[in-house]
């Protein structure tokens, strides 16, 4: 508190303007950065930096993300071509990676060191240090009780001493009073929650820079080597080596999936497991493992799950001249839960065009003039291929990379079509074992049966259970910073005034974190110190 | 039973809880109609009664206005009303778990009732009112009976109307034991904090209500405990919650999500505001350690945990709907 001498504010406005204030000096560069120091380390800086990572992971489930869905982001960026720009600048496709998410957490992880460091070194000390001395006036403490017994100072005393630390107090004696205190473990906790933190960052930073992620569709009866190019997308990490993949390869054997048949749930799928057979590395001997949602493969390095699956039907395109141009299974893939599966059938080496099927593959055909085709059952009972054939130029030649997924239109053309009202262009309708000749004697498709595909995920994430470490640490550390009180109490005795051979007990006792019943507690200890019988069991009263 | 007959079982256990807990609620209303025709000292050692135990501070000397064989009489009928409303509540539970535990064995194979959104509310209902019960005796919590019923009642509705879904087998993607672990856990820890954000909502009403002046000797909110009381209750039960939660949020579903998904952390939308409310939940833990922050802006902190839980939990399957991996919830 500033003294100011009496009478100089009103004497001061009264006769003459008061002087301008003036500036204050200039702070040094190093105050300042101490100055700014000690602003971020403070808890209410820590408290804005936890509401800004709160409000800065809300972009990222709002906006669709590259790292985890590069599709829906492509799709989101044709469908708002003014905002893209705006976005992509702002980092909103990659948020959490982005530099302002990154600053947000970086400045609340200093801000912890900053915090806990020093509280260390204070926590270091109290450790160490004896519980501090009484009160004079322990009457002015929170709780505190004034009782006489019958015995002498130092029978009380010695009681005192034996019932604290029976209740795991810290004791200490210092001629006619007692000190104690207990709950050390409560900042222990607190420690050892943030610096938790710290290590789940480690572990989580580990998996996001050396590891990485790859999806791969393989057809039943198929196998797969773990090199970067059987991969249809990999997702690496900052520092991943590609030469650290893990020498694994596998075949897919089987496939199994059973659909429910009946219920309300009919369609939902009841199971789905793949069989496979695989080689840690190349000297390894063959393993089988039966491959299921939460029933991944872990080998050294890498684990794989099932994620999905899907039909691949199996054709025969033969060209105008009679040859076999494409043989093989293709992969559609599934749009909805009863598997209507969409994909493409591209015919590069047809002649004298080339030639493209786009279209549907319905596991369980079913027709209505208001739908069209669909599916009626995800399970392949009835199957059906219902496809739009092209003839041209599949823009294959010019070298620029196409999905597999998707035909390049822009030098096709449709066939006309049988039936104006099914539409302008024709379309085919195959059953397995048919076959369809298309118009102007332009070649044939032969529906030769239905292949399945599982969708794989390869994936290594190190750190992992550095991260989980870390996590029940901060947990262990929070419970104890939520649930260990630190307490302190003091034992007093003095003779009593009337010169009698009685004892004056002072006892109070003072909580350091709120939130506990103290007066129990010091009830407790009068009880005990007056009856001199700690061995009874000690009982909370209610 | 066959499994229809369990679901058809679960379904009226639910309605007929979903009635008791109507009863329960008039029960309580009744109560707190008949305390304001008490005068207020008459009533306040029903609350005070709550202020020492919770508390722990200094004894408030025991009110001991004059009181008419009227008042005496009329303090009898509120402590029936409020048995009667407790026994209700007791009874409803013991239907609502009837209810749940049949929905389990409603689906061949048998499993935890907890597969979807209706189910996974039907639990968390049942955890709040657990957890009240539960707590009652050792922290005198019956004055927030009426509010805890009114609030099952209208969540168990909404879950009934809107949620509902036919009970049946699980897709494979739940076909694993941290279903059990994961969205127990979940569901306690909300529990936990819905019964704790009850006691801020009333606490922040409260000391509004001292702060201005403008608390009414007879009103309801005079017959609550102190506001520091509300507010601990409050505390302890955030406090006793959010451990779990992180254990829900950030240990077992990581670990199940690297089981079923490939990889432990996704920022799938649901992760990303399970994570939200971790850290805003922890602010507030934070804040109410903070000088300056404790008591209003720390409940505030709380509150906006609560809805954002809320939000996680219905507003993701609503409008992320298949965007979220964790839509087979819905």
Known sequence: MTLTPPGTEAGGSASQPPPPPSAPPALSPVELSRWAWRQLTSKRTALVLLFLLALAAVPGSVVPQQNIDAVKVANWQEAHPTLTPVYEALGLFTVYGSVWFSAIYILLMVSLVGCVVPRLRIYWRALRARPPRAPRRLGRLPESRTFEVEEDREEVLERAVAVLRRRRYRVDRDGGEVSAEKGYLREAGNLLFHLSVLVVLVGFAAGQLFGYKGGVITIVGQGFSNTLSQYDDFAPGKLFDPTDLSPLSFSVDDFHVKFLTSGPQMGQPESFDADLTYRSSPEAAPQRHDLAVNHPLDVEGASVFLVGHGYAPVVTVRDGEGQVAYRGPAVFLPQDSSFASFGVIKVPDAAPDQLGFEGLFLPTYGFTMERGPYSQFPDALDPVLSLVPYHGDLGLDDGSPQSVYSLDKSGLKTFDSTDEALGAARRIKLSPGQTVRLPEGRGSIRFDGVDRFVKLQVSHSPGKGIALAGVLLGILGLMGSLFIRPRRAWVRVTRSADGSRRTVVELAGLDRSSGGDLAAEIDELERLVRNGRPDRPVKEPE | ?330
């Open chain 2, 1 to 330: 039973m066959s499994t229809a007959q369990f679901a058809a079982f679960s379904d009226n256990a639910v309605m007929f809880a979903s009635m008791v807990y109507i009863l329960a609620f008039l029960a309580h209303l009744t109560e707190w109609v008949l305390l304001r025709s008490l005068p207020a000292a008459a009533s306040r050692r029903v609350a005070e009664r709550e202020t020492v135990a919770v508390g722990g501070g200094p004894v408030p000397a025991t009110v001991d206005a004059p009181l008419d064989s009227g008042d005496d009489d009329r303090e009898l009928r509120v402590e029936k009303w409020g048995r009667i409303g407790v026994a209700l509540t007791v009874v409803a539970v013991v239907l609502h778990l009837a209810g749940l535990v049949a929905r389990g064995l409603a689906s061949d194979p048998v499993r935890v009732p907890w597969g979807n959104m209706y189910e996974f509310t039907l639990a968390g209902t049942l955890g709040v009112s657990v957890m009240y019960l539960s707590l009652m005796r050792r922290h005198h919590l019956r004055w927030m009976g009426i509010l805890v019923t009114g609030f099952l009642v209208v969540v168990l509705m909404l879950d009934v109307l809107v949620l509902y879904q036919d009970a049946g087998p699980l897709v494979p993607a739940l076909h694993s034991y941290w279903l059990a672990i994961h969205v127990l856990a979940a569901v306690v820890a909300s529990g936990a904090f819905a019964v704790g954000a009850l006691a801020l909502v009333l606490f922040l009403v409260k000391d509004r209500a001292v702060r201005r002046g403008t608390l009414r000797p007879r009103g309801y909110l005079s017959r609550l405990p102190e506001s520091a009381a509300l507010e601990r209750v409050a505390y302890r039960l955030h406090a006793f919650g959010f451990p779990i939660w992180t254990f829900a949020a950030l240990v077992a579903g990581p670990i199940w999500a690297e089981y079923a998904w490939g990889s432990y952390w996704n920022w799938d939308p649901k992760e990303v505001w399970a994570f939200i409310t971790w850290v805003i939940y922890a602010a507030y833990l934070h804040a109410r350690a903070t000088a300056g922050w404790k008591g209003k802006a720390a409940s505030v902190i709380a509150l906006v945990g609560f809805a954002s839980l809320l939000f996680n939990f219905v507003g993701i399957n609503y409008f992320f709907g298949a965007g979220s991996m964790h839509s087979y919830a819905g």
